[in-house]
């Protein structure tokens, strides 16, 4: 190659951000490309909708992170189709790029099992906008409760559904049950917000189906300790304005979140690789797409198999993935063989409100108070700027002490609150639903 090789990176998650900032470090022209322009926490996105945090507090601008990177250049866009043969990307407008070396780390979005028209009404969370439209969503719910009349309105407005029993899940029903019964409590006059009911729903037959069953028990017992309904077993077969159907069983509610399950981004239909059933690049050793091992594919778009397991989705698969990947474009530009992908575990952990959270670290297992300082501490440290880290420890610190969530302003729209009939926040909400389900996927 007479000029530097072009590596293009396709996803500013933690993946391709510690892709970029590897190959910053070498003499390789890097481009990296994402329809928003800022990298995610995804891990505290739930605290975002259930108002324990700000946006800001979790989401860094990519140009910010990689300034320092002078061989690394950002772009905002939206990446719709990758031409591998003749090693371009295309963009939804402006002219096709090349490449030397291609990563993809799109990652992956809500998956309804065939029911996409369950969206407009249960939202999934992983992005800001999201989070936003769901903290909107519940918060609406208290206020109309509180001036309507009507006890079943009422009742349906106080219910909130939580759909799919995974950490995301887990976190999400644990929060709303402290909003309810701690954080708003004594605020409000005509409604008691204790009576609220938050709702669990697991198809499998039980929480936090990836951790050991140990653990999964102590999670249920401490959702149950702070009234959370756990239906395990159960499959969630419509949803619409009005509520969710579990099996026969009809329940009202006008705020349901879905936490249940994910699709891989159509990015990779375009590779012409082989897909796994939920649409991941089935990937070789290297994380290379078979045929083609000038690209490479890593995080949740990847389907890698070690000892018999699928590596997870979480964020220490696409960060060791990322460092994979780079190491190989180096040596493949130096002339030598690519060496093979090893995931190394280091566990996993859920929290489940306050000082109280379930940790699987290697042959460990910790749960109750020691589990959630863990689970604290790791995430303290592993969110982006230093500033972010003080700020978010400083909130944490008072809301242990106080049960505040400081973030619980509602954004817009609250004129219509004031109209009668109410105007239920699923309604109100149509466009910016809308809006939010095609800035989805992640790219």
């Given at each position: ?37 800022h ?85 999934g ?65 005509r ?33 149950k ?17 009005e ?7 009809r ?9 249940a ?6 990015l ?73 992908f090893?995931?190394?575990?280091l ?24 589990a ?72």
């Open positions: 190659m007479s000029e530097r090789p072009h590596v293009v990176i396709v996803g500013g998650g933690f993946g391709g951000l510690q892709a970029a900032k590897e190959l910053g470090k070498h003499d390789v022209r890097v481009t990296l490309i994402d329809r928003t322009n990298h995610t926490f995804q891990p505290l996105l739930y605290q975002v909708a259930t108002a324990g945090l700000n946006p800001a507090d979790i989401a860094v601008p990519i140009r910010r992170i990689l300034r320092r990177y002078e061989t690394v250049t950002v772009l905002l866009g939206d990446v719709v189709r990758v031409d591998v043969p003749k090693k371009r990307i295309y963009m939804e407008d402006g002219e096709p790029i090349s490449y030397d070396f291609l990563i993809v780390a799109t990652g992956a979005t809500h998956s309804y099992f065939g029911h996409d028209e369950f969206a407009e009404h249960a939202p969370l992983k992005t800001v906008d999201e989070g936003l439209l769901i903290r909107q969503r519940i918060f609406m719910a208290y206020e109309e409760a509180e001036r309507d009349p009507d006890n079943e309105r009422k009742d349906a407005l106080l219910t909130f559904v939580v759909v799919g029993g995974g950490p995301t899940g887990v976190e999400m029903a644990g929060a709303l049950s402290e909003i309810a019964r701690k954080t708003l409590a004594r605020e409000f006059r409604i008691d917000t204790s009576k609220a009911r938050i709702i669990l729903v697991e198809g499998g037959d039980r929480v936090l189906p990836s951790y050991v069953p140990m653990l999964s028990e102590k999670a249920l017992a401490s959702l300790k702070i009234g959370v309904e756990v239906r395990t077993g159960a499959r969630v077969t419509k949803v619409d304005e509520g969710v159907m579990i099996g026969d069983e329940i009202r509610s006008k705020t349901v979140i879905w936490a399950g994910v699709a891989a981004s159509p990779a239909r375009s590779l012409g690789a082989p897909l796994d059933k939920v649409g991941r690049v089935m990937v070789e050793k290297d994380l290379s797409v078979p045929g083609h091992h000038e690209v490479f594919v890593i995080g949740d778009l990847a389907h890698f198999e070690q000892d018999g397991h699928m590596v997870p989705g979480v964020a220490q698969g696409a960060l060791q993935g990322a460092k994979c990947v780079a190491k190989n474009i180096l040596r493949l530009i130096e002339g030598d063989a690519t060496a093979p090893v995931y190394k575990d566990g996993s952990m859920a929290t489940i409100g306050r000082a109280a959270a379930v940790a699987e670290v290697g042959s460990a297992k910790m749960y109750g108070f020691v959630w300082m863990a689970w604290v501490v790791l995430h303290i440290v592993t969110l982006i700027g230093f500033k972010n880290r003080v700020l978010v420890f400083i909130q944490w610190i008072w809301a242990y002490f106080t049960h505040e969530r400081g973030s619980r302003l509602i954004h817009g729209m609250v004129h219509a609150a004031a109209a009668e009939p109410p105007v239920l926040p699923s309604q109100r909400g149509k466009d910016l639903a809308r809006s939010t389900a095609r800035a989805t996927a992640n790219v």
